[in-house]
């Protein structure tokens, strides 16, 4: 069992939001999620709080160090796909220099690494391909973005049929409105997950979110909900006002139990 939290704080490095590169010591909503996921998460979230590159290393620690594992993960558009695999590559290289190990990839393209060592493979791909690691035996499964998908249950559909018994499998994203996500969100236990929801007091400071509440009016909310309802409300193409519908969320009574007398 890989202590991933202690794994990553001491093996590998991060390109911070400064640009600068740094030890990865995960933050607060991180370490919360690696110490609750449960092999079957969804995670919706606030903007840049990190998931997506803290998901990137739990994997990266399952290709360097386990046997047989093949790594995928599913990002929106080709570009970001591209991007993923580029911060894998950095991990590797920052393992390789604090640890004093080269990992030998046999395979190292803009898609795809192989580790012959553990015979283990991490794949990225992108969500125009629906068909994405269907003939593939995946252990683990990261749908990055995922209600930004073309086609989400297509692809849910598709790249879970794939995934082994005892597979891990990661929905990670931001809303993206009233889609087919937001009926995954809501019926996820039936479907066997647990769900996570990070409000972006997770992630930034009071004074930093009152900043940027006043420099992005209407749209704060969207970047930065602080409730689930929010998040899916706010975003997305919706047939009712948002700020409407907003108003009416935060102002809503509860009900009044009157006694009924017969």
Known sequence: MIDYLKWIESRLKIVDKNKVSVDFIPKKNQSDFIKNMSGRDILL???QMGFSSLI????TADFILLENT??????????????????????IQSYEERTGRKIPLKYNSKTELYNPV????????????????????ITNLHLSE????????????????????TGRVII??????????????????EKGFKKHFYS?????????????????????????????????????????DKDA???????????????IYV
Do not use: H
């Not at 553990?118 to 791909?125: A, H, T």
């Not at 995922?146 to 989400?152: K, R, S, T, V």
């Not at 990670?172 to 236990?189: M, Q």
């Not at 009071?206 to 009016?217: I, Y």
């Open 45 to 47: 979230k606030a903007r």
């Open 56 to 59: 990137l290393a739990i994997f």
């Open 70 to 91: 093949y790594n995928v993960v599913v990002a929106d558009i080709d570009d970001n796909a591209t991007g993923l695999l580029a911060r894998v590559k950095f991990f």
């Open 118 to 137: 553990r015979n283990s493979y991490y794949k990225l791909g992108s969500a125009k391909n629906t068909q994405f690691g269907r003939s593939k035996t």
């Open 146 to 165: 995922f209600a930004f998908y073309p086609d989400p249950e297509a692809m849910f559909a598709s790249a879970l049929q794939a995934v082994v018994p």
């Open 172 to 189: 990670e994203t931001t809303a993206n409105g009233f889609n087919w996500f937001k009926f995954l969100w809501d019926n996820c236990e």
């Open 200 to 240: 972006a007091t997770w992630e930034y400071s009071d004074e930093f979110l009152e900043a940027k509440k006043r420099e992005l009016d209407r749209l704060f909310s969207q970047e930065y909900p602080m409730t689930e309802q929010e998040a899916f409300i706010t975003s997305g193409d919706l047939y009712f």
């Open 245 to 259: 519908l907003s108003y009416y969320l935060k102002n809503v009574s509860s009900p009044i139990n009157t006694p």
